[in-house]
Protein backbone atom coordinates (compact mmCIF):
# COMPACT_ATOMS: atom_id res chain seq x y z
CA UNK A 1 0.00 0.00 0.00
CA UNK A 2 1.27 3.46 -0.69
CA UNK A 3 0.79 6.74 0.64
CA UNK A 4 -2.35 7.58 -1.85
CA UNK A 5 -3.93 4.00 -0.36
CA UNK A 6 -3.10 4.80 2.79
CA UNK A 7 -4.94 8.51 2.73
CA UNK A 8 -7.85 6.87 0.84
CA UNK A 9 -8.31 4.31 3.59
CA UNK A 10 -8.10 6.69 6.41
CA UNK A 11 -10.27 9.21 4.34
CA UNK A 12 -13.23 6.62 4.02
CA UNK A 13 -13.23 5.57 7.50
CA UNK A 14 -13.39 8.98 8.77
CA UNK A 15 -16.15 9.67 5.88
CA UNK A 16 -18.14 7.08 7.66
CA UNK A 17 -17.10 7.98 11.42
CA UNK A 18 -18.53 12.08 10.28
CA UNK A 19 -22.16 10.95 8.22
CA UNK A 20 -22.59 8.55 11.51
CA UNK A 21 -21.93 11.54 13.90
CA UNK A 22 -24.51 14.10 11.90
CA UNK A 23 -27.05 11.12 11.53
CA UNK A 24 -27.26 10.42 15.40
CA UNK A 25 -26.42 13.45 16.94
CA UNK A 26 -30.27 14.35 17.41
CA UNK A 27 -31.42 10.80 18.99
CA UNK A 28 -31.60 11.34 22.92
CA UNK A 29 -29.24 8.25 23.57
CA UNK A 30 -30.07 8.53 27.38
CA UNK A 31 -33.46 6.79 27.20
CA UNK A 32 -33.87 3.06 26.47
CA UNK A 33 -35.76 3.50 23.27
CA UNK A 34 -32.84 6.04 21.74
CA UNK A 35 -30.17 3.72 22.98
CA UNK A 36 -31.55 0.80 22.00
CA UNK A 37 -33.23 1.28 18.72
CA UNK A 38 -32.21 4.29 17.65
CA UNK A 39 -35.53 6.16 18.31
CA UNK A 40 -37.31 3.83 16.56
CA UNK A 41 -36.06 5.88 13.25
CA UNK A 42 -34.63 3.58 11.04
CA UNK A 43 -35.64 3.34 7.60
CA UNK A 44 -35.89 0.37 5.06
CA UNK A 45 -32.35 1.29 3.41
CA UNK A 46 -30.20 1.78 6.94
CA UNK A 47 -31.70 -1.16 8.60
CA UNK A 48 -31.17 -3.34 5.31
CA UNK A 49 -27.60 -2.22 4.91
CA UNK A 50 -27.29 -2.99 8.65
CA UNK A 51 -28.11 -5.82 8.09
CA UNK A 52 -26.12 -6.95 5.67
CA UNK A 53 -22.85 -5.85 7.41
CA UNK A 54 -23.63 -7.24 10.81
CA UNK A 55 -23.92 -10.41 8.95
CA UNK A 56 -21.04 -10.11 6.56
CA UNK A 57 -17.34 -9.61 7.30
CA UNK A 58 -13.83 -10.25 5.95
CA UNK A 59 -13.20 -13.42 7.32
CA UNK A 60 -16.52 -14.35 6.28
CA UNK A 61 -15.50 -13.22 2.80
CA UNK A 62 -12.62 -15.05 3.10
CA UNK A 63 -13.75 -18.31 4.39
CA UNK A 64 -16.53 -18.44 1.48
CA UNK A 65 -14.23 -17.85 -1.21
CA UNK A 66 -11.64 -20.63 -0.02
CA UNK A 67 -14.57 -22.98 0.39
CA UNK A 68 -15.69 -22.12 -3.35
CA UNK A 69 -11.65 -22.57 -3.96
CA UNK A 70 -11.88 -26.00 -3.24
CA UNK A 71 -15.54 -27.14 -3.79
CA UNK A 72 -17.04 -24.79 -6.03
CA UNK A 73 -20.13 -23.02 -5.98
CA UNK A 74 -22.23 -25.44 -4.00
CA UNK A 75 -21.07 -23.42 -0.54
CA UNK A 76 -23.25 -20.01 -1.86
CA UNK A 77 -25.99 -22.49 -0.25
CA UNK A 78 -25.24 -20.63 3.00
CA UNK A 79 -26.25 -17.22 1.08
CA UNK A 80 -29.01 -17.46 -0.98
CA UNK A 81 -30.82 -20.37 1.36
CA UNK A 82 -30.71 -17.25 3.72
CA UNK A 83 -32.55 -14.74 1.73
CA UNK A 84 -35.33 -17.54 1.84
CA UNK A 85 -34.58 -17.36 5.74
CA UNK A 86 -35.32 -13.46 5.32
CA UNK A 87 -38.31 -13.05 3.70
CA UNK A 88 -39.86 -16.01 5.83
CA UNK A 89 -38.62 -13.57 8.67
CA UNK A 90 -40.39 -10.86 7.53
CA UNK A 91 -43.92 -12.38 6.28
CA UNK A 92 -44.45 -14.52 9.26
CA UNK A 93 -42.27 -13.66 12.41
CA UNK A 94 -41.96 -9.69 12.20
CA UNK A 95 -45.17 -9.17 12.71
CA UNK A 96 -46.02 -10.98 15.87
CA UNK A 97 -42.62 -9.26 17.22
CA UNK A 98 -43.49 -5.78 16.33
CA UNK A 99 -47.06 -5.82 17.53
CA UNK A 100 -45.97 -6.63 20.81
CA UNK A 101 -43.50 -3.48 20.66
CA UNK A 102 -40.61 -5.76 21.90
CA UNK A 103 -36.91 -4.63 22.05
CA UNK A 104 -35.44 -7.84 22.45
CA UNK A 105 -36.37 -11.57 21.48
CA UNK A 106 -35.75 -12.48 25.23
CA UNK A 107 -38.39 -9.85 26.41
CA UNK A 108 -40.68 -11.90 23.72
CA UNK A 109 -39.90 -15.11 25.82
CA UNK A 110 -40.92 -12.95 29.02
CA UNK A 111 -44.45 -11.86 27.61
CA UNK A 112 -44.85 -15.80 26.37
CA UNK A 113 -43.24 -17.95 29.39
CA UNK A 114 -41.17 -16.13 32.44
CA UNK A 115 -38.53 -13.79 33.64
CA UNK A 116 -36.44 -16.81 34.43
CA UNK A 117 -36.96 -18.23 30.82
CA UNK A 118 -36.38 -14.83 29.72
CA UNK A 119 -32.93 -14.61 32.01
CA UNK A 120 -31.23 -18.16 30.97
CA UNK A 121 -32.08 -16.71 27.22
CA UNK A 122 -29.97 -13.82 27.40
CA UNK A 123 -27.43 -15.60 28.96
CA UNK A 124 -26.92 -17.98 26.51
CA UNK A 125 -27.28 -15.07 23.82
CA UNK A 126 -24.18 -13.55 26.24
CA UNK A 127 -22.20 -16.39 26.11
CA UNK A 128 -22.16 -16.98 22.57
CA UNK A 129 -21.82 -13.74 21.69
CA UNK A 130 -19.03 -12.25 24.58
CA UNK A 131 -16.76 -15.56 25.17
CA UNK A 132 -17.16 -16.89 20.93
CA UNK A 133 -18.36 -14.16 18.57
CA UNK A 134 -16.99 -10.95 19.60
CA UNK A 135 -13.08 -12.65 20.00
CA UNK A 136 -13.62 -14.51 16.75
CA UNK A 137 -14.36 -12.25 14.97
CA UNK A 138 -11.48 -9.83 15.82
CA UNK A 139 -9.27 -12.67 15.37
CA UNK A 140 -9.90 -14.16 12.45
CA UNK A 141 -11.36 -9.97 10.71
CA UNK A 142 -7.59 -9.01 11.80
CA UNK A 143 -6.10 -12.02 10.25
CA UNK A 144 -7.71 -11.68 7.15
CA UNK A 145 -7.18 -7.78 6.86
CA UNK A 146 -3.32 -8.00 7.64
CA UNK A 147 -3.02 -11.15 5.46
CA UNK A 148 -4.80 -9.55 2.43
CA UNK A 149 -3.12 -6.17 2.86
CA UNK A 150 0.64 -7.32 3.88
CA UNK A 151 0.55 -5.26 6.79
CA UNK A 152 3.51 -7.25 8.77
CA UNK A 153 5.89 -5.30 5.96
CA UNK A 154 4.06 -2.44 5.40
CA UNK A 155 4.06 -1.71 9.39
CA UNK A 156 7.23 -3.34 10.27
CA UNK A 157 6.04 -5.23 12.92
CA UNK A 158 5.69 -9.24 13.08
CA UNK A 159 2.31 -11.29 12.48
CA UNK A 160 1.66 -11.25 15.74
CA UNK A 161 2.18 -7.30 16.66
CA UNK A 162 0.18 -7.26 13.60
CA UNK A 163 -2.82 -8.73 14.75
CA UNK A 164 -2.49 -7.13 18.52
CA UNK A 165 -2.62 -3.97 16.41
CA UNK A 166 -6.04 -4.73 14.33
CA UNK A 167 -7.52 -6.07 17.43
CA UNK A 168 -7.01 -3.23 19.98
CA UNK A 169 -8.39 -1.14 16.40
CA UNK A 170 -11.42 -2.57 15.59
CA UNK A 171 -11.95 -3.22 19.78
CA UNK A 172 -11.41 0.44 20.77
CA UNK A 173 -13.37 1.88 17.02
CA UNK A 174 -15.99 -0.40 17.06
CA UNK A 175 -16.91 0.15 20.97
CA UNK A 176 -16.85 3.98 20.54
CA UNK A 177 -19.53 3.43 18.09
CA UNK A 178 -21.95 0.63 19.91
CA UNK A 179 -21.26 1.86 23.38
CA UNK A 180 -21.36 5.37 23.05
CA UNK A 181 -23.35 5.88 19.63
CA UNK A 182 -26.14 3.32 20.30
CA UNK A 183 -27.77 1.72 17.46
CA UNK A 184 -28.63 4.80 15.51
CA UNK A 185 -24.59 4.47 15.12
CA UNK A 186 -24.06 1.58 14.47
CA UNK A 187 -26.76 1.55 12.02
CA UNK A 188 -25.76 4.44 9.99
CA UNK A 189 -22.00 3.39 9.94
CA UNK A 190 -23.21 -0.41 8.23
CA UNK A 191 -25.42 1.29 5.14
CA UNK A 192 -22.18 3.01 4.01
CA UNK A 193 -20.18 0.45 4.96
CA UNK A 194 -22.37 -2.13 2.79
CA UNK A 195 -22.50 0.15 -0.17
CA UNK A 196 -18.61 0.43 -0.09
CA UNK A 197 -18.68 -3.36 0.20
CA UNK A 198 -21.40 -4.17 -2.01
CA UNK A 199 -19.10 -1.36 -4.81
CA UNK A 200 -15.30 -2.51 -3.40
CA UNK A 201 -16.48 -6.29 -3.54
CA UNK A 202 -17.69 -6.11 -6.99
CA UNK A 203 -14.58 -5.67 -8.00
CA UNK A 204 -12.83 -8.44 -7.18
CA UNK A 205 -15.01 -10.41 -9.74
CA UNK A 206 -14.83 -7.98 -12.61
CA UNK A 207 -11.09 -7.40 -12.69
CA UNK A 208 -10.64 -11.19 -12.07
CA UNK A 209 -13.10 -12.29 -14.75
CA UNK A 210 -11.34 -9.57 -17.43
CA UNK A 211 -7.89 -11.05 -16.85
CA UNK A 212 -8.82 -14.57 -16.89
CA UNK A 213 -10.84 -12.96 -20.64
CA UNK A 214 -8.05 -11.25 -21.53
CA UNK A 215 -10.03 -7.60 -21.01
CA UNK A 216 -13.18 -9.69 -21.69
CA UNK A 217 -15.40 -9.68 -18.75
CA UNK A 218 -18.01 -12.51 -20.98
CA UNK A 219 -15.14 -14.60 -22.69
CA UNK A 220 -13.37 -14.59 -18.93
CA UNK A 221 -16.90 -16.51 -17.15
CA UNK A 222 -16.97 -18.55 -20.45
CA UNK A 223 -13.81 -19.91 -19.85
CA UNK A 224 -13.88 -20.78 -16.42
CA UNK A 225 -17.30 -22.33 -16.78
CA UNK A 226 -15.80 -25.01 -19.64
CA UNK A 227 -13.19 -25.49 -18.39
CA UNK A 228 -14.20 -26.16 -14.86
CA UNK A 229 -17.76 -27.04 -14.80
CA UNK A 230 -17.63 -29.50 -11.45
CA UNK A 231 -16.87 -26.36 -9.91
CA UNK A 232 -20.77 -25.04 -11.21
CA UNK A 233 -22.67 -27.52 -9.34
CA UNK A 234 -24.83 -26.69 -6.66
CA UNK A 235 -25.90 -30.55 -5.44
CA UNK A 236 -23.07 -31.23 -2.57
CA UNK A 237 -22.32 -34.64 -2.64
CA UNK A 238 -22.60 -36.95 0.83
CA UNK A 239 -18.99 -36.34 1.74
CA UNK A 240 -19.39 -32.62 0.76
CA UNK A 241 -19.73 -29.79 3.47
CA UNK A 242 -23.05 -29.62 2.37
CA UNK A 243 -24.70 -32.65 1.43
CA UNK A 244 -27.86 -31.74 -0.91
CA UNK A 245 -30.39 -33.11 1.72
CA UNK A 246 -29.29 -30.82 4.51
CA UNK A 247 -30.83 -27.90 2.61
CA UNK A 248 -33.79 -29.39 3.12
CA UNK A 249 -33.50 -29.95 7.10
CA UNK A 250 -31.05 -28.24 9.77
CA UNK A 251 -29.74 -25.74 6.75
CA UNK A 252 -32.98 -24.06 6.24
CA UNK A 253 -33.56 -24.04 10.44
CA UNK A 254 -30.03 -22.73 10.56
CA UNK A 255 -31.09 -19.81 8.68
CA UNK A 256 -34.35 -18.87 10.10
CA UNK A 257 -32.59 -19.15 13.44
CA UNK A 258 -30.38 -17.10 12.52
CA UNK A 259 -32.82 -14.22 11.12
CA UNK A 260 -36.07 -14.38 13.07
CA UNK A 261 -34.64 -14.96 16.41
CA UNK A 262 -30.96 -13.79 16.74
CA UNK A 263 -31.14 -10.61 18.71
CA UNK A 264 -28.07 -9.21 17.48
CA UNK A 265 -29.74 -9.37 13.90
CA UNK A 266 -33.02 -8.49 14.82
CA UNK A 267 -32.56 -5.44 17.31
CA UNK A 268 -31.49 -3.51 13.60
CA UNK A 269 -35.41 -4.31 12.62
CA UNK A 270 -36.94 -3.60 15.92
CA UNK A 271 -35.50 -0.23 15.27
CA UNK A 272 -38.01 0.21 12.28
CA UNK A 273 -40.37 3.32 11.85
CA UNK A 274 -42.91 0.70 11.07
CA UNK A 275 -43.58 -2.63 10.29
CA UNK A 276 -43.88 -1.77 6.97
CA UNK A 277 -40.22 0.07 6.73
CA UNK A 278 -38.96 -3.35 8.78
CA UNK A 279 -40.55 -5.75 6.19
CA UNK A 280 -39.62 -3.54 3.44
CA UNK A 281 -35.88 -3.28 4.63
CA UNK A 282 -35.67 -6.90 5.23
CA UNK A 283 -36.87 -8.10 1.84
CA UNK A 284 -34.38 -5.87 0.87
CA UNK A 285 -31.77 -7.03 1.85
CA UNK A 286 -32.54 -10.68 1.45
CA UNK A 287 -33.02 -9.58 -2.55
CA UNK A 288 -28.90 -8.28 -1.91
CA UNK A 289 -28.17 -11.81 -0.18
CA UNK A 290 -29.49 -13.46 -3.01
CA UNK A 291 -26.38 -11.65 -5.18
CA UNK A 292 -24.08 -11.49 -2.66
CA UNK A 293 -22.48 -14.92 -4.21
CA UNK A 294 -20.85 -13.03 -6.85
CA UNK A 295 -18.69 -11.10 -4.18
CA UNK A 296 -17.92 -14.05 -1.76
CA UNK A 297 -18.21 -17.41 -3.82
CA UNK A 298 -17.02 -16.17 -7.76
CA UNK A 299 -13.56 -15.33 -6.56
CA UNK A 300 -12.58 -18.37 -5.38
CA UNK A 301 -13.68 -20.29 -8.64
CA UNK A 302 -11.60 -17.38 -10.08
CA UNK A 303 -8.84 -18.34 -8.27
CA UNK A 304 -8.95 -21.70 -8.82
CA UNK A 305 -8.56 -21.30 -12.55
CA UNK A 306 -5.91 -18.30 -12.47
CA UNK A 307 -3.84 -20.32 -9.97
CA UNK A 308 -4.60 -23.37 -11.35
CA UNK A 309 -5.45 -24.59 -7.89
CA UNK A 310 -2.28 -24.45 -6.61
CA UNK A 311 -2.37 -22.45 -3.50
CA UNK A 312 -0.54 -23.31 0.08
CA UNK A 313 -4.13 -23.04 1.42
CA UNK A 314 -7.69 -22.22 0.63
CA UNK A 315 -7.83 -19.74 2.53
CA UNK A 316 -5.60 -17.74 0.80
CA UNK A 317 -7.76 -17.71 -2.67
CA UNK A 318 -9.61 -14.28 -2.20
CA UNK A 319 -6.17 -12.27 -0.81
CA UNK A 320 -4.12 -13.76 -2.97
CA UNK A 321 -6.65 -12.30 -6.19
CA UNK A 322 -7.08 -9.36 -4.60
CA UNK A 323 -3.45 -8.16 -4.40
CA UNK A 324 -3.19 -9.91 -8.21
CA UNK A 325 -5.96 -8.16 -10.00
CA UNK A 326 -6.99 -5.38 -8.07
CA UNK A 327 -5.46 -2.04 -9.20
CA UNK A 328 -2.72 -0.08 -6.46
CA UNK A 329 -5.17 2.89 -6.75
CA UNK A 330 -8.29 1.24 -5.72
CA UNK A 331 -6.20 -0.80 -2.45
CA UNK A 332 -6.99 1.57 0.41
CA UNK A 333 -10.73 2.38 -0.62
CA UNK A 334 -11.01 -1.69 -0.45
CA UNK A 335 -8.68 -2.25 2.68
CA UNK A 336 -11.20 0.88 4.46
CA UNK A 337 -14.44 -1.38 3.08
CA UNK A 338 -13.21 -4.41 4.29
CA UNK A 339 -12.28 -3.02 7.79
CA UNK A 340 -15.72 -1.62 7.93
CA UNK A 341 -16.98 -4.98 7.45
CA UNK A 342 -15.17 -6.38 10.18
CA UNK A 343 -16.24 -3.17 12.68
CA UNK A 344 -19.23 -3.79 12.02
CA UNK A 345 -20.04 -7.33 12.83
CA UNK A 346 -17.87 -6.50 15.90
CA UNK A 347 -19.62 -3.09 17.12
CA UNK A 348 -23.18 -4.92 16.00
CA UNK A 349 -22.77 -7.81 18.34
CA UNK A 350 -21.40 -5.43 21.00
CA UNK A 351 -24.20 -3.06 21.01
CA UNK A 352 -26.97 -5.86 21.51
CA UNK A 353 -24.74 -7.02 24.58
CA UNK A 354 -25.18 -3.95 26.12
CA UNK A 355 -28.66 -3.96 24.92
CA UNK A 356 -29.10 -8.16 26.40
CA UNK A 357 -28.03 -6.95 29.68
CA UNK A 358 -29.23 -3.73 30.02
CA UNK A 359 -32.51 -3.82 29.19
CA UNK A 360 -32.84 -7.79 30.39
CA UNK A 361 -30.90 -8.68 32.85
CA UNK A 362 -29.90 -5.90 34.92
CA UNK A 363 -33.54 -4.57 36.26
CA UNK A 364 -34.10 -8.16 37.18
CA UNK A 365 -30.77 -9.59 38.34
CA UNK A 366 -28.96 -6.49 40.34
CA UNK A 367 -31.69 -3.40 40.67
CA UNK A 368 -35.34 -4.17 40.52
CA UNK A 369 -36.14 -0.14 41.11
CA UNK A 370 -33.23 0.93 38.31
CA UNK A 371 -34.49 3.81 36.31
CA UNK A 372 -34.28 3.89 32.50
CA UNK A 373 -31.50 6.22 32.22
CA UNK A 374 -29.60 3.39 35.35
CA UNK A 375 -30.27 0.65 33.15
CA UNK A 376 -29.22 2.16 29.95
CA UNK A 377 -25.67 3.16 31.96
CA UNK A 378 -25.32 -0.40 33.29
CA UNK A 379 -25.46 -1.68 29.50
CA UNK A 380 -22.91 0.66 28.27
CA UNK A 381 -20.69 -0.21 30.96
CA UNK A 382 -20.91 -3.97 30.39
CA UNK A 383 -20.62 -3.18 26.98
CA UNK A 384 -17.24 -1.78 27.38
CA UNK A 385 -16.14 -4.43 29.98
CA UNK A 386 -17.27 -7.32 27.05
CA UNK A 387 -14.88 -5.30 24.90
CA UNK A 388 -11.84 -5.30 27.01
CA UNK A 389 -12.49 -9.37 27.48
CA UNK A 390 -13.05 -9.84 23.97
CA UNK A 391 -9.75 -8.11 22.39
CA UNK A 392 -7.32 -9.59 25.68
CA UNK A 393 -8.96 -13.42 24.44
CA UNK A 394 -8.39 -12.65 20.48
CA UNK A 395 -5.56 -12.01 19.58
CA UNK A 396 -4.60 -15.85 21.76
CA UNK A 397 -7.30 -17.61 19.92
CA UNK A 398 -4.17 -18.91 17.12
CA UNK A 399 -2.66 -20.78 19.87
CA UNK A 400 -6.27 -22.39 21.06
CA UNK A 401 -7.05 -23.36 17.13
CA UNK A 402 -8.75 -26.68 17.24
CA UNK A 403 -10.08 -25.93 20.70
CA UNK A 404 -11.56 -22.74 19.77
CA UNK A 405 -13.08 -24.71 16.10
CA UNK A 406 -14.64 -27.31 19.16
CA UNK A 407 -16.21 -24.28 20.92
CA UNK A 408 -18.02 -22.63 17.55
CA UNK A 409 -19.19 -25.52 16.61
CA UNK A 410 -20.47 -26.48 19.90
CA UNK A 411 -22.63 -22.72 19.68
CA UNK A 412 -24.78 -25.07 16.99
CA UNK A 413 -26.30 -26.27 19.69
CA UNK A 414 -28.07 -22.98 20.79
CA UNK A 415 -29.71 -22.17 17.39
CA UNK A 416 -32.07 -25.24 17.75
CA UNK A 417 -33.44 -25.22 21.41
CA UNK A 418 -33.81 -21.12 20.64
CA UNK A 419 -35.45 -21.32 17.80
CA UNK A 420 -37.74 -24.34 19.02
CA UNK A 421 -38.30 -22.10 22.27
CA UNK A 422 -39.34 -19.40 20.12
CA UNK A 423 -41.36 -21.34 17.32
CA UNK A 424 -44.15 -23.20 20.44
CA UNK A 425 -44.05 -19.54 21.88
CA UNK A 426 -45.45 -18.36 19.10
CA UNK A 427 -48.04 -20.89 18.04
CA UNK A 428 -48.95 -22.72 21.49
CA UNK A 429 -50.89 -21.03 24.70
CA UNK A 430 -50.55 -23.81 27.30
CA UNK A 431 -47.34 -24.82 26.97
CA UNK A 432 -45.75 -23.30 30.77
CA UNK A 433 -42.27 -22.28 31.34
CA UNK A 434 -41.24 -25.75 32.19
CA UNK A 435 -41.09 -26.99 28.97
CA UNK A 436 -39.18 -23.80 27.81
CA UNK A 437 -36.48 -24.20 30.56
CA UNK A 438 -36.05 -28.20 29.88
CA UNK A 439 -35.48 -27.47 26.17
CA UNK A 440 -33.03 -24.53 27.26
CA UNK A 441 -31.40 -26.69 29.17
CA UNK A 442 -31.78 -30.56 27.72
CA UNK A 443 -31.47 -29.53 24.08
CA UNK A 444 -28.40 -27.69 24.48
CA UNK A 445 -27.00 -31.09 26.24
CA UNK A 446 -28.59 -33.08 23.48
CA UNK A 447 -26.84 -31.47 20.56
CA UNK A 448 -23.38 -31.90 22.58
CA UNK A 449 -23.27 -35.32 23.48
CA UNK A 450 -24.57 -36.21 19.65
CA UNK A 451 -21.86 -34.26 18.05
CA UNK A 452 -18.73 -34.43 20.74
CA UNK A 453 -19.48 -37.65 21.98
CA UNK A 454 -21.47 -40.12 19.54
CA UNK A 455 -20.22 -38.59 16.16
CA UNK A 456 -16.64 -39.43 17.23
CA UNK A 457 -17.07 -42.98 18.34
CA UNK A 458 -19.14 -43.27 15.14
CA UNK A 459 -16.49 -42.08 13.36
CA UNK A 460 -13.61 -43.85 14.69
CA UNK A 461 -15.48 -47.21 14.14
CA UNK A 462 -16.68 -46.89 11.25
CA UNK A 463 -12.78 -45.95 9.87
CA UNK A 464 -11.67 -49.07 12.01
CA UNK A 465 -14.01 -51.48 10.09
CA UNK A 466 -12.69 -49.69 7.26
CA UNK A 467 -9.07 -50.18 7.61
CA UNK A 468 -9.82 -54.04 8.26
CA UNK A 469 -11.08 -54.31 5.41
CA UNK A 470 -8.35 -53.34 3.19
CA UNK A 471 -10.16 -50.24 2.42
CA UNK A 472 -7.47 -47.71 1.49
CA UNK A 473 -9.12 -45.54 -2.03
CA UNK A 474 -9.17 -41.70 -0.57
CA UNK A 475 -12.70 -40.96 -2.02
CA UNK A 476 -14.20 -44.32 -0.46
CA UNK A 477 -12.74 -43.47 2.94
CA UNK A 478 -14.06 -39.59 2.73
CA UNK A 479 -17.83 -41.23 1.95
CA UNK A 480 -17.53 -44.09 4.87
CA UNK A 481 -16.35 -41.16 7.16
CA UNK A 482 -19.39 -39.04 5.96
CA UNK A 483 -21.87 -41.44 6.27
CA UNK A 484 -21.06 -43.25 9.59
CA UNK A 485 -22.84 -40.66 11.57
CA UNK A 486 -26.02 -38.04 9.93
CA UNK A 487 -24.37 -34.77 9.21
CA UNK A 488 -24.58 -31.80 11.48
CA UNK A 489 -27.12 -29.84 9.65
CA UNK A 490 -29.24 -33.20 9.80
CA UNK A 491 -29.06 -33.74 13.48
CA UNK A 492 -30.10 -30.04 13.65
CA UNK A 493 -33.32 -30.89 12.18
CA UNK A 494 -33.52 -34.52 13.93
CA UNK A 495 -32.63 -32.45 17.44
CA UNK A 496 -35.52 -29.74 16.98
CA UNK A 497 -37.93 -32.01 15.82
CA UNK A 498 -37.32 -33.78 19.24
CA UNK A 499 -37.48 -30.28 21.51
CA UNK A 500 -40.45 -29.22 19.69
CA UNK A 501 -41.72 -32.70 20.84
CA UNK A 502 -40.48 -32.40 24.40
CA UNK A 503 -42.20 -28.68 24.76
CA UNK A 504 -45.34 -30.15 23.23
CA UNK A 505 -45.39 -33.20 25.70
CA UNK A 506 -44.90 -30.96 28.88
CA UNK A 507 -48.05 -28.42 27.22
CA UNK A 508 -49.41 -31.91 27.45
CA UNK A 509 -49.42 -33.23 30.60
CA UNK A 510 -48.74 -29.85 32.72
CA UNK A 511 -50.91 -27.21 31.07
CA UNK A 512 -51.12 -23.35 31.77
CA UNK A 513 -54.70 -23.06 33.32
CA UNK A 514 -55.20 -19.73 31.35
CA UNK A 515 -53.82 -19.74 28.46
CA UNK A 516 -51.26 -17.03 27.51
CA UNK A 517 -52.81 -14.39 25.78
CA UNK A 518 -50.37 -12.34 22.93
CA UNK A 519 -49.03 -9.09 24.31
CA UNK A 520 -50.23 -6.14 21.68
CA UNK A 521 -48.88 -2.39 21.59
CA UNK A 522 -50.21 0.67 20.19
CA UNK A 523 -46.11 1.26 20.36
CA UNK A 524 -45.67 0.86 16.75
CA UNK A 525 -47.41 1.12 13.19
CA UNK A 526 -48.30 -2.58 12.25
CA UNK A 527 -49.54 -1.43 9.00
CA UNK A 528 -47.62 -4.30 6.48
CA UNK A 529 -45.94 -3.36 3.50
CA UNK A 530 -48.72 -4.41 0.73
CA UNK A 531 -46.44 -5.86 -1.74
CA UNK A 532 -44.26 -7.70 1.06
CA UNK A 533 -45.72 -11.27 -0.33
CA UNK A 534 -45.06 -10.19 -3.51
CA UNK A 535 -41.84 -9.42 -3.14
CA UNK A 536 -40.96 -12.44 -1.48
CA UNK A 537 -42.30 -14.54 -3.58
CA UNK A 538 -40.50 -13.21 -6.37
CA UNK A 539 -37.02 -13.80 -3.84
CA UNK A 540 -37.80 -17.39 -3.50
CA UNK A 541 -38.62 -17.99 -6.94
CA UNK A 542 -34.98 -16.29 -7.78
CA UNK A 543 -33.73 -18.61 -5.45
CA UNK A 544 -35.29 -21.98 -6.62
CA UNK A 545 -34.68 -20.70 -9.79
CA UNK A 546 -30.86 -20.64 -9.13
CA UNK A 547 -31.07 -24.15 -8.19
CA UNK A 548 -33.06 -25.39 -11.36
CA UNK A 549 -30.12 -23.87 -13.99
CA UNK A 550 -27.37 -25.46 -11.99
Not at 130 to 154: E, H, K, N, R, W
Not at 530 to 542: D, P
Request: aromatic share 10%.
Amino acid sequence: MNSLSILSFLGFTLLVAVISWFATKSTNEKSAKGYYLGGRSLGAVTIAGSLLLTNLSAEQIVGLNGQAFTEGILVMAWETLAAIAMVLTALILLPKYMRSGITTIPQFIENRFDQQTKALLSILFLFAYGLVLLPTILYSGSLAFSSMFDLPSLLNLTQNQTIWLCVWSIGIIGSIYAIFGGLKAVAVSDLINAIGLLIGGILIPYFGLKLVGEGNIGEGLATIWENHPEKFELKGEVDSSIPFGTIFTGMILAQIYYWGTNQSILQRVFGAKSLKEGQKGVMLAALVKFLIPAIVVLPGVISWHVFDGDLANADLAYPELVQKVLPASLLGFFAAVLFGAVLSSFNSLLNSSATLFGFDLYKQLFNKDASELQAVKAGKRFGLVLALVAVCIAPFIASADSLFAYIQEALGSLSVPIFAVVIVGIYTKKVPALGAKIVLTAGVLMYLISQFVISPMMVESALAEAAANGITDAKELSIIEATAYPHFLHVMGILFVINVGIMLLVGKLKPLEVPKKEVITDEIDIQPWKYAFLAGGIITLLVLGTYFIF
